[in-house]
């Protein structure tokens, strides 16, 4: 009854073409109704099939339409599919909290987490590394392609498996994505095209893809931790900070050109070890420094480009080293949405 009730109204129908409104108006119907389909779903695994299909909504952002990049997809999934996905939810939820495996540096799709504590960690990192006369605190911020729709399945199901998972959870965590299909909207008048099976990344608009993309990257800080000395990774007070994370976006942080040239490389490992491409195009790196000297940085063998300023969730972070020292302004501009401080940020 609790997870029917929790529905939000006024979103579009899945494949199956049931709003959330007709299970909302009856929720002690459904309820009776739906018990015994999921009673009868976690005895056997067999999922039904338009739970498993997907309609994308392609809604154009910018540039050329005829470019597929352009897009943002929307994924229109089954309704009571949602409520059940929830149900696996809560028990995902569980056990992951129970088993302590999503650390304080991924702050992404997290209750009580958000892009602020990342940014003012950032802002107060870089301010404490630069502060002597020749300190920096050098900061990659890593660009991961398409990550939710490329973690290999299988690879996801060994981690949680190899993490101690009630084996029943997850085996129907995996009947769910097992088979699971996608239909483009091609026009306003609802035209299909032909059904695209879907083998590669998290179930895109599944109330179950947020946490299981965190659980499958939760062992990323894990290559960077046992080399904490040797990549010289930032500390606050008595904890190493050598990685925050927000969903796929991933900035890697030392306090020397050596130590970060270290950890790009143990990032790039993992990278390869986990099938995830990077984006080195949009990946940059920044020098929280006095100085404006470049300087030559390699990731996975591609040249990655040191900026002056970088917009790092949803904020610019800057270098703006004419200012004096002895000024402590940390203010937030609604103009540019920038934070300033002396003397690394600027406006």
Not at 37 to 53: Q, Y
Not at 94 to 112: K, M, V, Y
Not at 186 to 215: D, K, M, W, Y
Not at 254 to 270: H, M, T
Request: net charge positive; aromatic share 10%; proline share 5%.
């Amino acid at each position: 009854m609790d997870l029917i009730l929790d529905l939000k109204t006024g979103k579009a129908p899945g494949p199956d073409l049931v709003p959330a409104e007709a299970i909302v108006a009856q929720p002690r119907w459904w309820a009776e109704i739906l018990a015994k389909v999921f009673d009868a779903i976690n005895s056997t695994g067999l999922i039904p099939r338009s739970w498993k299909e997907a309609v994308i909504v392609p809604v154009h952002k910018k540039g050329p339409p005829a470019d597929p990049e352009n897009y943002r997809n929307i994924s229109l999934l089954s309704i009571i599919g949602k409520i059940y996905a929830k149900f696996l939810l809560s028990k995902l939820s569980h056990w992951a909290n129970d088993s302590n495996l999503i650390g304080h540096e991924q702050a992404g799709f997290r209750n009580n987490y958000s892009t602020s504590d990342h940014m003012i960690i950032m802002y107060h990192l870089a301010r404490k590394y630069s502060a002597p006369r020749r300190g920096r605190l050098c900061v990659a911020f890593i660009d991961l392609k398409a990550a939710f729709d490329s973690i290999p399945r299988n690879c996801l199901w060994k981690k949680l498996e190899r993490w101690g998972i009630d084996r029943r959870l997850l085996w129907l965590i995996t009947q769910l994505h097992h088979g699971s299909s996608a239909r483009v909207r091609l026009t306003p008048a609802g035209n299909l095209s032909n059904e695209v099976p879907i083998n590669r990344g998290v179930h895109q608009g599944c109330i179950l893809a947020p946490l299981l993309f965190n659980l499958f990257i939760s062992d990323m800080k894990l290559f960077l931790n046992e080399s904490q000395a040797k990549i010289h990774a930032p500390r606050l007070a008595d904890f190493r900070c050598p990685l925050l994370l927000y969903a796929d976006d991933a900035a890697i942080l030392s306090y020397s050109r050596v130590g970060l040239c270290r950890a790009l490389k143990i990032f790039a490992a993992y990278c390869k070890l986990n099938h995830l491409t990077i984006n080195h195009g949009k990946s940059k790196v920044l020098v929280f420094t006095r100085s404006r000297k470049t300087y030559s940085w390699k990731l996975d063998g591609v040249q990655l480009e040191q900026v002056f300023k970088f917009k790092y969730l949803g904020v610019f972070f800057s270098l703006q080293p004419k200012l004096e020292a002895t000024d402590t302004v940390f203010t937030k501009q609604r103009e540019n949405n920038t934070l300033c401080s002396t003397p690394i940020f600027c406006g």
